[in-house]
């Protein structure tokens, strides 16, 4: 079964620095998608950035960028620049077919 | 607003009671999923649609649990005789088999609270 592990609970960052999500996930297949979502707090999650499993080019999406390692299974975020609206739940997720398995789920705060 | 929007957005319910929530998903969109999402954890899949057609529960929609999309518009997820366990927020999500198959657009979600 294919398992998404976040192995940091909370995280934090000072304002205009930069900080960086884990994310391992588990799977045999070959062919997926990874994703990081953002839920700020009693707000409804939001996709920041997607990866394709076939691309070995890491994603970016202005300061969120992704480094993607397939044969260790990990996917973490790195966040430049960071904001105060950064501040949320980040859940890392995989998807195959139909399943979509999140990972329970990174707090970051940042500090003024 | 065009997103995907649910209804009720909190409930607070007795034990034993039956529970409805409605969802309505992004117009054009002609997939919905319903996640249920634990304190602390992340949201875990219980079923989708495609149009009318339920194609996949997880093993964690137990019978008291059901869903519909009648119309394959929007969809309701029913709980019957909620136990304590049932507490949690229940995302429903839309997504276009014509578009970017991996896009899901959350909803608000349903905060629901067993006493």
């Known amino acids: 079964a294919q398992t998404v592990t976040q192995s940091q609970p909370e995280m934090s960052v000072q304002e205009a620095e930069t900080v960086t999500l884990s994310c391992t996930y588990d799977t045999s297949e070959s062919d997926y998608y990874l994703f990081w979502y953002k839920q700020p707090p009693s707000r409804q999650m939001i996709l920041v950035i997607r990866?394709?499993?076939?691309?070995?080019q890491n994603a970016t999406e202005n300061r969120f960028s992704v480094n993607f390692q397939k044969a260790a299974k990990s996917f973490s975020l790195k966040i430049s620049d960071s904001q105060l609206g950064d501040a949320a739940m980040y859940f890392c997720a995989y998807l195959n077919n139909n399943d979509m398995r999140f990972g329970a789920g990174t707090r970051l705060t940042v500090k003024p | 607003d065009t997103g995907v929007s649910q209804d009720p957005r909190h409930k607070i319910t007795k034990r034993g009671q039956n529970v409805t929530f409605r969802c309505d998903p992004i117009s054009e969109h002609n997939r919905l999923y319903w996640y249920r999402q634990t304190l602390g954890q992340g949201p875990e899949f219980l079923t989708y649609f495609q149009n009318e057609a339920q194609l996949e529960k997880s093993r964690l929609l137990s019978d008291r649990f059901s869903a519909e999309r009648p119309k394959g518009s929007f969809s309701t997820l029913e709980i019957q005789r909620t136990e304590q366990g049932d507490s949690a927020m229940y995302l429903c999500?839309?997504?276009?088999?014509?578009?970017?198959?991996?896009?899901?657009?959350f909803g608000p979600g349903t905060r629901l609270t067993v006493l």
């Open positions: 999500a839309s997504s276009s088999t014509s578009g970017s198959l991996w896009e899901q657009f």
């Open positions: 990866q394709e499993a076939y691309k070995q």
